[in-house]
């Protein structure tokens, strides 16, 4: 086995980041060449449905999907990889039938516009902007920390120059590019990412004699646990908890979050957006089969084994599983290896360019836009460009400390993510589904959820597992260089693929413990797959009753029933010839972006702001 990458290894990792920036730079020379707001952000909105859904698919599924599953799989079974995908079945029919009809025809480029419209408030407009570029920059430093990590597991080249080179390309492209770059560097990555994918899992059911033999040797080490019952939701993984739980945890990032909008916001009709995300839908299920195929094989191999690398001291934890198991394979063919590579940084860089653009977009829309009303389409793109810049560095940073943070990197961004994206979710719920509800409850409701939800994050890291992870895999058949020729006969059939609280595993049984789990420490128990959905709840409690208390029927009357959630639309494509209240819309809101709205009132009444339109 190869120790460190070898020339076509590093011919193939350079090729593709050249060529990432290449799509960049082609953008940045062609069309309008990147210099309004509206292209830079937008595309001009005449984005095509598939490439932008496969954009949408690969902003969110990213090389913490590739690394984290292995390390589910080895820490907590098979429960999260035979569920997750069935989440973005739930996940696409509600984003297609309920929020793409609400919020497309707004033709927003701040998913926070719709806050202010609905609310007629900066501070509850604020701190949905707030919390939204912090929950993105958490993400970009998970996002470019795990292939960073895998780099430096398989050479020497060190996390501290990995995560600023690889944070430099993607800043040069975005802020280049802009929107157009972002969508078209994502179709190369995912590219090169299901290439990488399909190389790992062929040549690894090779190694471990089929995908019959990988389903023994976790069924063997208990990690088939499957399907989980249990009602009680401290557990972390059940059926409830990933199908109700994780789904609606996935409706914000595919339904009001800055890179969704962004997206089907930019294509060319209503019909064309709702397009964009059933193909998102099948693009996620792919690449959720595929990292799971990755994940059992890897898992797969070394118990064959009989050689846990944790234990054996080759790997320092689970999230370097796979990078170690692909040098295993593939250490003594040239070029391989820099293919690997080259997935886990197309997974990382989809999905920062797609936050820098966003955030960007955020804060420019939210904060600054107001105050530089008056400056040239030309010098509003380059504040763009630096905007990204900004954003990326303090993505880095953030990368650094997602270092020091323990566990599985998918539950480590989820968690944190989740501890405020409810909130804000709420909000927009509680505007759309509620004429009753005003810019008081809507602010008092997503700080209360966002303190609670905050509060559970940080007792559970103080309150030990109720469930802690599986036993390590034997060690009886390590050697020197951590491989074993023995040979394994099954006789074992496979378990059950459903069980009850009462039929668990005897694997999992042994691993229970009873701390003092009672009161408040049963609450900080809390499975990270309920966040989001207490917090949602929390919102829309708090904001309908503090709303009901502070109520105003004069702003209940004047809410237009553009910005409540319609159950049934058509699909159409928004044009003067053939919906002329649309149309009117869409010049609304090209005012408004261009600087021409009247925001005369915004010193006098900072909560309480109301454009010419209301």
Known sequence: MQDSLEWPDYLILVSFLVISLSIGVYHSLTGGRQRTTAEFFVANRNLKALPTAISLCVSFQSAILILGLPAELYGYGAQYLLLGPLCFLVNAVAVREIFVPWLYPLQLISVNEYVYLRFQSNSVKMLASILGIFVSIIYMGAAMYAPSAALESVTNFPMSLSVPLMSTVCIIYTALGGMRAVIWTDVFQSLTMVGGMLAIIIKGFISVGGIGNAFNYANREGRLNWVDFDPDPTVRHTFWGIIIGLSISWLPAYGTSQAALQRYSATESLSKAKMTIVFGAAANILSEILAALAALVTFAYFASKRCDPIEAGEIDNENQLLPHFVMKIFGGTPGFVGLFLATLYGGALSSVSSALSGSAANCWEDVMKPHFSSLSEARKALINRLLVAVFGILATAMSFLVMVLPGPISQISMALCNSVIGSVFGIFLLGGISRHSNWKGALVGGLVSLTTIVWISVGSMYVPSKYPSFPALPEDGCS?????????????????????????????????????????????????????LLATVITLVIGYVTSFAFRDKALEEAVEDRLLIKFRTCSCKISPENNEEESGLERQNKEQRNGKMDFSDSKKFPDRQLTSSF
Do not use: V
């Open 480 to 532: 020197g260089d951590g491989n074993s020729t023995t040979d394994i006969s099954f006789t074992t059939e496979l378990s059950s693929p459903f069980t009850t609280a009462q039929s668990r595993s005897s694997a999992i049984d042994e691993m229970k413990w009873t701390p003092d789990h009672t009161g408040i420490n049963r609450f900080y128990c809390l499975s990270y797959t309920w966040y989001t």
